[in-house]
């Protein structure tokens, strides 16, 4: 069992947890409006959801690996391609991070732990990024490649439920924070393009 390579998998998941993104935006919104443990509530709802995607890479991808070298190395090609395509698509849109209370209605528990689920469940690029990300951090040959996934799977999920449970918590300083800070974006902005761009190199050269 390769540690080094979950130490990595660990490292990278926590920085991509804390980049502003929809998720952990939608967390912070909730948590500065409604309170911090309705912002968990959409933070279980979300991580619920990656249980789903893990799954269904975790059975589809280890039968690729198990039938062909080849397929397995389109896997890891399009994984990378689609990292770089991501930290493009970092690179070419705004820094700032922009919202508002009055844009958050209050709702119940249930309701934003369902709404969490259902947008995590229903986002394909969910499993399409599980699919490029999750592949090149395979760390053991002799534990199954299902299983690896799965360790994969919560440890990501591990890893951002605590990062986003942190943002809900601390929901109200990290948001007057973020207003004052303008230039934290920017720094976000370009430290998410380098941990996409590593992360891709990483997958395209890892072995199997």
């Known amino acids: 069992m390769n540690y080094e390579i979950l130490y990595t998998f660990v490292i990278a998941t926590s920085i991509l947890a804390f980049s502003p993104g929809p998720d952990n935006i939608f967390v912070l919104m909730q948590s500065v409006v409604n309170?911090?443990?309705?912002?968990?509530?959409?933070?279980?709802?979300?991580?619920?959801?990656?249980?789903?995607h893990t799954t269904l890479v975790a059975f589809g991808i280890s039968v690729i690996i198990k039938?062909?070298?080849?397929?397995?190395?389109?896997?890891?090609?399009?994984?990378?391609?689609?990292?770089?395509?991501?930290?493009?698509?970092?690179?070419?849109?705004?820094?700032?991070?922009?919202?508002?209370?009055?844009?958050t209605p209050k709702r119940s528990l249930w309701s934003l732990f369902r709404q969490g689920f259902v947008m995590n469940v229903l986002n394909p690029k969910v499993s399409i990024f599980f699919l490029a990300f999750f592949p090149g951090f395979l760390f053991s040959k002799a534990m199954s490649?299902?299983?690896?996934?799965?360790?994969?799977g919560f440890l990501f999920i591990l890893v951002s439920f605590i990062?986003?449970?942190?943002?809900?918590?601390?929901?109200?300083?990290?948001?007057?924070?973020?207003?004052?800070?303008?230039?934290?974006?920017?720094?976000?902005?370009?430290?998410?393009?380098?941990?996409?761009?590593?992360?891709?190199?990483?997958?395209?050269f890892a072995k199997k």
């Open 35 to 52: 309170g911090k443990k309705y912002g968990l509530a959409v933070v279980a709802g979300l991580m619920s959801g990656c249980l789903v």
């Open 67 to 103: 039938q062909s070298e080849i397929l397995f190395f389109a896997i890891k090609l399009f994984g990378a391609l689609y990292l770089f395509f991501l930290a493009y698509k970092v690179f070419v849109n705004t820094a700032e991070i922009q919202f508002t209370e009055n844009d």
């Open 145 to 152: 490649s299902v299983r690896q996934f799965y360790v994969l």
């Open 163 to 204: 990062a986003f449970g942190l943002i809900a918590i601390l929901a109200g300083s990290i948001s007057e924070y973020l207003k004052k800070k303008s230039k934290i974006g920017v720094v976000l902005k370009w430290l998410q393009i380098v941990v996409f761009i590593g992360i891709g190199i990483f997958i395209l």
